[in-house]
């Protein structure tokens, strides 16, 4: 088993093309919290949702995030009812956050709540939240902190972002199912998403670098020098101290990564870099990327 640490839309891509050489049952996928949030009295989780739209065959995959064909009705309706919502829900999007919303309150975790999901959707890969705890980041504009996934879809893109905010003093713990996929795993992949907001909420987790210590672990950068990155990407790299480069990424990975996988055409340089073409604008380059990890991975752990 392949067990992906996922955020954002770029590992959700990467995944696409791994599952053109994998079987669902063979795909773990643990996916970042730390954007979740309630809308409208709903559970809104963005990262488990696209791994739970992916897999069920319904996900938009021209846009990376919600359900292809969805509709807008409850959205629209709102403002003629006096209500409101910061960034547009699809319908059917909507119904998988209340349910799961619901299942919450009847004192399911979240863990036990994306399982419920995934069974009512005969998916066959193994989809995790990375902790059952709160994880939420918030963005601290100097003037407001807003949830990690409202300045995504909605702040100013010169918004400016002071630093990032864990909401809760401690981190949370990695799931004791988290735990046993990854120690199932013959590897471990990090995806291409964005460090300070997707991926690094999962390894503060608490005891998941010491946990990936002990794993062959793969990282893609999502990074190219040769390439402006979102400046909201960019603005939450220089939020936690770092640029949005792939040395950048490197360095705050740390000392899990076996391998860090970085763009053919970079002009930034990490030493001992794997150098493989990275952009995944189509399920083909997609699934050669995921030819190419798969490749190191059966050699290193053959």
Not at 72 to 80: D, E, R, S
Not at 200 to 226: K, N, Q, T, W, Y
Request: aromatic share 6%.
């Amino acid at each position: 088993m392949i067990t992906f640490l996922s955020g954002g839309t770029g590992t959700p891509a990467l995944i696409r093309g791994a599952r053109q050489i994998l079987y669902d049952s063979e795909i773990a996928v643990v996916a970042n919290t730390a954007e979740n949030l309630r809308v409208s009295g709903s559970h809104a989780a963005p990262d488990i949702d696209t791994a739970v739209f992916l897999f069920a065959g319904i996900l938009d995959t021209n846009r990376g995030w919600g359900i292809k064909g969805d509709t807008y009705a409850t959205h629209n309706y709102l403002p003629k009812v006096a209500g409101s919502e910061p960034f547009a829900v699809g319908d059917r999007a909507r119904a998988v956050q209340i349910a799961r919303a619901a299942l919450l309150r009847e004192g399911k975790t979240l863990t036990e709540a994306v399982q419920a999901q995934c069974r009512a959707l005969n998916i066959g890969a193994t989809i995790l939240p990375a902790t059952d705890g709160d994880a939420t980041l918030l963005v601290d504009t100097g003037t407001e902190c807003l949830p990690l996934f409202l300045y995504r879809m909605s702040a100013g893109t010169d918004t400016e972002v002071r630093e990032l905010i864990r909401a809760a003093p401690e981190p949370p713990a990695v799931t004791g199912e988290v735990r046993a996929a990854i120690e199932a795993s013959d590897a471990v992949v990090i995806g291409p998403a964005n460090p300070a907001s997707s991926i690094l909420p999962i390894l503060e987790c608490a005891g998941m670098r010491r946990l990936l210590r002990d794993m062959f672990v793969v990282a893609v950068s999502p990074f190219r020098g040769d390439f402006t990155p979102d400046p909201k990407d960019a603005a939450l790299m220089h939020a936690v101290g770092e640029t949005p480069t792939a040395p950048a990424a490197f360095r705050l990975y740390g000392d899990i990564v076996d391998v860090f996988v970085q763009d053919i055409h970079d002009p930034d340089v990490v030493e001992g870099s794997l150098r493989l073409e990275t952009r995944l604008l189509h399920e083909r380059q997609a699934e050669s990327l995921a030819w190419d990890i798969m490749a190191v991975i059966r050699h290193a752990v053959s």
